[in-house]
């Protein structure tokens, strides 16, 4: 799904005033006048505009929006019931079929404010697809049974059309057969639920970190559980009054070949098997089906976008993804594109297959049989169903120019093995379309098959369930807490807030953490460790201030944090950004140590960094924090006694007013958290696209080159310590050895727990756990410098090129096919607060060796362990060519001043893709990046 709504935008039933709208009973006549609107195709500006009124001036605002429409929009759908043609029936509540001038089915419009089931309804009982004893491609068919053809293009279209009653969004297409409602498939869920059209929850769902960052945790508990949350909360909302829909068009699992791509920040990084482990475990949480999958699922999962999608746009080429065609060879299908799609599909009951907008070797993805019907369908024995990207099946004939007419390419589509087309391009000719149904009786047989799959796949959700049998109907919203319900010093967190802020915490990365000292022995006999840049230290002496500040554009962006795809933060935080996060937990500091008993305080003690506390004195932390952008930005805008949380940041930094102060505040203090990188203006899916290079704005550069001059020539000397936020790889070589540079992080887009994980990390510890806090994450692509693209014969036109290995024009890409030197940081890369020890012992009588990790600090500490194997590098089985390929990871903890051993071997769900033999460890991953060979 490729639609996304900005999260500064109000709905109505978000409106604090409007919290009671859903409840109105609806009147019959503001009932026909919503039947008509949803035959009616309008944009999202009107849309929004409706939604935008409050409750007690909708049915005007109604009214009149009906007026416009009917004028405006009568006339370009001819194809379709004219508006006149829906009347209200002298029974209240009944609407007329303009086909039969029979009563429509009865009490449509309750679907709307109750979540009750079309089989509750009394004259649907007894019918076979509300007996639960039979399967559920039985219950399907006799659904379809039922319908009649001039209601095909409308089932087989996810089509724009909306139905305003008593005040709220309802359901799209709606089927007016035996009371069963319209289904909105295009629900948002990719690291969270998201704003789009199948979702109408209020303001309270849960933002986690967006893929990139949530990968970069290594951990598959992670995968899962955040899986399993997002589909909790679109079943609470569901069963809440259907404010969110349950096909969710998620997880994005293309892989990032080149680092310039747009929506690297969607998918989990560039290798297949990383991508494959996150997308069964995502999918396993979210649907919390049955191993058989013949089982309800909490909510479906969608795997996109298939397929050899990577590419948004170039304007120096005049390409974009509509038009594109991947000219992939067969060694980079099966070893890059293909193998995260086959292992979830084998390994899943996953609901849906999204085919891409772009063609694959001058076959749209979309009308492409070779990859959805043999492939998909054939060999790997998908049971779920196939969506069009959103407006990808009219690209067939528009602008990939394979097909020419609209038969041709609903032949093309159909035939491929497509069963639903996300937007209107069958519904706007469905005239067209219906005539050719009932010509060819192929092509029908393809459409009732289609909606088979589209049918068992709402069954499968447990919406056809009557009575005491609806699934998962027990599950309810946990909100966040709200303003005013604190609970000692700030708002509690909920279950999903929780997981939020570990993810956050595990998922950022540590690129360089500078030495400021080594080892010392205090007067009184204590070895005072080596002092390292990070943690920060802000415990002080009697009679001095530590000063810290925060400088840089991104600094209290909420844009910057979330990424794409994203829905609106939890209320009652106050801490969600960079800034405030880091005041909010110094704030905490603070409290505990005034409130706390001595034996917590102590232990806070041992845990804060300290360089200039005398051992054994009275724990203080004395800070003056302050702010600056140093190029434009605001503060957050207020709403009431909420906080309305909207984008504010400037990363091109072309506002230079502020530079001057910056640098001055800069040399005036002992840290500087200097916060740089991208937002969705800079990196994203199309028309934002993808980058011409992976270097940091010009104005953000100048910003970081007068901070870091202020700083030199002071005579304090602050330790800087540069966050970088965004989705993707930028080249940040100038600063690896730079002595003004402290310390380097990679924060990702963290999302609403980025402020407190990110303070949380920078002083090495939670306050209100009053537990130990450390870096962990690890990269989950290779991060280049900008020479990289010089390799390339033609730079200009790299971006398109899909070969994944290395020829004569191509350098090769990613760790498993580049072996140049323009490398900052290898994929697998991240340091940690412990600098653990890692010992390869001999292998057992398994075969497999066994690691020793040696935790020597003074706190508990998780290791990230990557495996790899060699596996075989050409298509020719015999062949002698060989390439690393990752084949398996463990996340450990390991305690303070303690070690742990355990053994490792490579998975053996991931064979070597040409041989289909077992994988056998070959190298590890040590702490420093570096691989041992074994």
Known sequence: MEFSGSPSRRPLHEHPNNKWCLDIDPDPTVQAHAHAVRQVTISRASFRLLLGATCTSLVALTAVALAVAMSFFGHQHQDRPSLSALSPSPEAGRLLDPRTNEPESPHYWQWCTEVRSPCDKAFNRGKAFCNSSLGFEVRARDIVSRVSLEHYPWLLSQSELVNFTSGGYCSATTLPVDGIPGMDWSTEGLHGLAVSEGNTFTQGATSFPNVVTTASSWSRANFFEVGRAIGQESRAFWNQKQLSHLAMWTPNINIVRDPRWGRAQETPGEDPYLTSEYAVNFVNGMQKEDSDGTGFVQASACLKHYLAYSFENSTALALDRMNFSAEVDEFDLQHTFLPMFERVVKNTSVGCVMCSYNAVNGVPACANPEFIKDKLYGEWGFKGYVVSDC??????????????????????????????????????????????????????????????????????????????????????????????????????????????????????????????????????????????????????????????????????????????????????????????????????????????????????????????????????????????????????NRYGDQTLLTPNSNVLCDDDLQMEAAAALA???????????????????????????????????????????????????????????????????????????????????????????????LLGLDPLTVQPVGFSGRLTTTWYNQQYFTEFTDPTRSLLDMRMRRTPTTPGRGYRYYTGSNVLFPFGYGLTYAEFEVRVLPAGSSGSPSVRVINPSKRKASYVQLVYGEMQGAEDAQSSQRYLQLCNFYRVEVEAQSELTFETDCDTAFPDLVTRRRLRPTHLQMPDGSLQKL
């Open 391 to 636: 407006g990808a099946v009219g690209n067939v004939e528009n602008t990939h120019r394979y097909t020419k007419t609209f038969e041709e390419t609903v032949r093309a589509v159909l035939s491929a093995g497509v069963n639903l087309e996300c937007d209107s391009y069958f519904s706007n000719h469905a005239d067209d379309f219906v005539a050719l149904l009932k010509k060819d009786k192929n092509l029908l047989n393809l459409a009732r098959e289609s909606l088979v799959k589209i049918f068992m796949a709402r069954l499968r959700l447990g919406v056809f369930e009557s009575g005491d049998n609806k699934p998962f109907a027990s599950v309810a919203y946990d909100p966040p807490s709200v303003p005013g319900d604190w609970n000692g010093w700030r708002p509690k967190l909920n279950a999903h807030q929780k997981l939020a802020l570990r993810i956050a915490t595990e998922g950022m990365v540590l690129l360089k953490n500078a030495n400021l000292s080594e080892s010392t022995m205090h007067p009184n006999g204590q070895l005072l460790p080596a002092r390292r840049a990070l943690p920060i230290s802000v415990s002080t002496p009697q009679g001095k201030r530590k000063k810290i500040s925060f400088i840089g554009p991104l600094i209290d962006s909420v844009d910057a944090l979330q990424g794409n795809y994203r829905g609106p933060i939890s209320y009652g935080q106050d801490d969600v950004t960079f800034y405030w996060g880091f005041r909010a937990t110094l704030r905490d500091v603070q409290r505990k140590i005034k409130e706390s008993p001595k034996a917590e305080v102590h232990k806070l003690r041992e845990l804060l960094a300290r360089d200039e506390t005398e051992p054994g004195s009275d724990l203080r932390v004395d800070v003056d924090l302050k702010k600056l952008h140093g190029c434009e930005g605001s503060d957050f």
């Open 667 to 761: 040399a005036q203090s002992d840290d500087v958290v200097l916060v740089v990188g991208m937002d969705q203006t800079w990196e994203g899916e199309q028309p934002t696209g993808d980058r011409h290079d992976i270097l940091l704005p010009r104005g953000q550069v100048k910003l970081i080159q007068n901070v870091l001059q202020a700083v030199a020539q002071s005579q304090v000397q602050a330790r800087v310590h540069l966050v970088v936020v965004g989705g993707a790889a930028l080249d940040l070589s100038e600063y690896i050895d730079e002595k003004q540079v402290s310390s380097i992080v990679w924060a990702g887009y963290p999302s609403q727990a980025g402020g407190r994980a990110l303070a949380n990390l």
